[in-house]
Nanobody, 118 residues
């Protein structure tokens, strides 16, 4: 499976960005999708996830500001990020996995940089 992430960029605090992750090479509908992020000097952390049934989960720091969705017809998972803060700066990675193998057989996209200026 291949993942192509897009949509990162530079935005001012309070602004919005939308990240997209396109999956190819397999049947999108069976994958749980997630966005992780890694700030400079910090460990990678979960931003948001959506499983194949549409159940979502968010990291505490993004709750109420980010929204993850999926379009099975377009093989795409999208992360809408609103009210961005400088601490949201980092590289955002898309992850796909098939339950119950998540954490063991994950596929990762190449990462897209999000920079939020104050």
């Amino acid at each position: 499976v291949q993942l192509q992430a897009s949509g990162g960029g530079l935005v001012r605090a309070g602004g919005s960005l939308s990240l997209s992750c396109a999956l190819s090479g397999s049947f999108f509908g069976m994958y749980d999708m997630a966005w992780y992020r890694q700030a400079p000097g910090k460990q990678r952390e979960l931003a948001a996830s959506i499983d194949k049934s549409g159940t979502v989960e968010y990291g505490d720091s993004v709750k109420g500001r980010f929204a993850i969705s999926r379009d099975n017809a377009k093989n795409t998972a999208t992360l809408q990020m609103n009210n961005l803060k400088p601490e949201d700066t980092g590289v955002y990675f898309c992850r796909a996995c098939v339950s119950p193998f998540c954490g063991h057989r994950d596929s990762w996209g190449q990462g897209t940089l999000v920079t939020v200026s104050s």
